[in-house]
Nanobody, 122 residues
Framework: QVQLVESGGGYVQVGDSLRLSCTVSGGTFSNDVIAWFRQIPGMDQVFVGSITWSRGYTWYGDSMKGRVSISTDKLNNAIYLEMKSLRPEDTAVYYC???????????????WGQGTQVTVSL
């Protein structure tokens, strides 16, 4: 059974940097795309970015473009979301998800983690 576990969230201040981790297990991911989304309560999930597991091709959404970087760590079966210059509007629950189709729509992704909260304060 495929499992994704996010970690690394917490409370930070404006301008800080933070790295989130997504550890994947229970499957083979050679054909997979791993994406990061974020969500504020009552709002739709917003695409942050994605990476292909096999070749490391990345795409970034407009929400955080220029302030985020996604990478893989195949030794540890992990995907990282590095965020910098954080703003209060970046406060959200951040989710990682896997699928076999590149894209920004949540419907493209089959397996999801439970999310990790990031709170950016002034």
């Amino acid at each position: 059974q495929v499992q994704l576990v996010e970690s690394g969230g917490g409370y930070v201040q404006v301008g800080d940097s933070l790295r989130l981790s997504c550890t994947v297990s229970g499957g083979t991911f050679s054909n997979d795309v791993i994406a990061w989304f974020r969500q504020i309560p009552g709002m739709d999930q917003v695409f942050v970015g994605s990476i292909t597991w096999s070749r490391g091709y990345t795409w970034y959404g407009d929400s955080m473009k220029g302030r985020v970087s996604i990478s893989t760590d195949k030794l540890n079966n992990a995907i990282y979301l590095e965020m910098k210059s954080l703003r209060p509007e970046d406060t959200a629950v951040y989710y990682c998800a896997t699928g076999e189709r590149v894209g920004s729509r949540p419907q493209y992704y089959v397996h999801w983690g439970q999310g990790t909260q990031v709170t950016v304060s002034l």
